[in-house]
């Protein structure tokens, strides 16, 4: 019988709806290829263009809506004239928390082919796999700005780790280590962040003595960002809190090809809710309608999904259709230095999956 996936779209703003139709595309004929399943995908017109016409980013009821599909396969967020903050906290983060999609992944990995700022660092060198805290930490939204006269103003930020959080985060990454059979980087700041980060090393260090098999390192995130340019193959999978993962993933997509190749996904582990994949990189509203944005990331993530779905081999053969391309520099958006269309690179990498399946 043929599986049915349903997948809620969210193409979103700028360059998201451009790159997703080629993620569509690829996904499509990946299950048309395998023959043992299929895509149902529903398009939800949410995003900041929705919040100009509708002062909201997504219907009030939006997150009962999504709660149906397997998946959530999302574009991009933002707009000019939309405070980021608003389209972040009220999309973005509103589906990471609603559902649970406390496990943030990050391929950094460098394909044949693909640009690399770096000085003699070949393919081998970098291939991490990050693994970030997407609940919490940095990211709790808890604060306070405190008035007491222009001069006196004060504003809080505060982090916030619980224990189960943290745990469920870390526990997460040894597993995922474990299965890989890589060793484990934990990212800190145990120095100057004398409670959640202390915190967040003694659960490090507690839950790596379940996990005697998989070799730790514990770096501090300054250090972490030194040796991610200077040694990059010393990572091989990172766990990091919310704010240091964001930041570091940045930095290793900058070395991994740019943001025109960097994956990710949300995940929901219990799989209660619907997990989301997403590219990382923004609506671009510089490039935006001109149809050259490198739909490469949003394919990426497509193939998260289908590893997710349980697909490993079909997955790791979109990658591996993504180096091809690469290798190839025959089909490839401006910002791989190419002068080929969005549409152009979806339908090449098409053609190359279909020779490999
Ligand atoms: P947002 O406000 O939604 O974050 P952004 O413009 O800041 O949007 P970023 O992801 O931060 O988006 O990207 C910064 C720049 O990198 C873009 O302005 C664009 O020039 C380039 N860029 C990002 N993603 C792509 C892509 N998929 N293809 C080509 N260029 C891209
Ligand atoms: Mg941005």
Redesign the pocket.
């Known amino acids: 019988m043929v599986k049915i996936f349903k997948i809620a779209v969210i193409a979103g ?3 998201g709806p451009e ?1 997703i139709r080629e993620g569509v595309k690829v996904l499509n004929k990946v299950a048309e290829l395998s023959g043992d399943f299929r895509f149902d995908f529903t398009y939800f017109p949410w995003g900041c263009e929705y919040y100009v016409k509708h002062g909201k980013m997504m219907d009030d009821d939006g997150i009962e809506q999504l709660k149906v599909f397997d998946a959530i396969y999302l574009g ?4 000019p004239g939309v405070p ?1 903050h608003i ?1 972040l906290w009220d999309l973005l983060l509103k589906i990471r928390k609603e559902f649970d999609q406390y496990v943030n992944i990050r391929p950094i990995q460098l394909l044949q082919g693909a640009p690399c700022p770096l000085k003699d660092v070949g393919k081998k060198e970098i291939d991490m796999l990050f693994i970030r805290e997407n609940s919490e930490g940095e990211y709790a939204g808890a604060g306070d700005w405190l008035f007491k006269g222009k001069a006196e103003e004060v504003v809080l930020q505060t982090g916030v780790f619980s224990r189960k959080g943290t745990e469920r985060i870390i526990r997460y990454a040894f597993e995922t280590a474990r299965k890989m059979g890589k060793s484990l980087t934990s990212i800190s700041k145990g120095n100057a962040l004398n409670y959640s980060m202390v915190f967040w090393d003694q659960i490090f260090n507690e839950i790596s003595k379940e996990y005697p098999d998989v070799e730790t390192h514990s770096y501090l995130v300054d250090a972490a960002s030194m040796f991610m340019v200077k040694q990059p193959e010393r990572f091989q999978v990172v766990v990091a809190s919310n704010l240091f993962g964001d930041i570091l993933t940045d930095l290793g997509a900058a070395i991994a090809g ?3 190749l960097a994956a990710g996904a949300n995940i929901n582990p219990e799989r209660t809710y619907p997990s989301m994949f997403e ?9 935006a309608g001109k149809g ?7 394919i990426w993530s497509a193939s998260q999904m289908l590893e997710f779905f349980g697909y490993k081999a079909l997955a790791d053969t979109v990658i591996q259709a993504i180096e091809k391309i690469l290798q190839e520099k025959e089909v490839l ?3 791989m230095n190419g002068t080929s269309s969005t549409s152009e690179v979806g339908d090449r990498m098409v053609d190359i999956i279909s020779s490999m399946l």
Do not use: F, Q, R, W
Not at 76 to 79: F, I, L, R
Not at 279 to 287: E, F, N, Q, R, V
């Open positions: 703003d700028g360059i790159v991009a967020v933002g707009y980021d389209s740019g943001m025109g590219p990382i990189h923004g609506s671009a509203p510089d490039i050259i944005a490198n739909p490469l990331a949003a958006t401006p910002d």
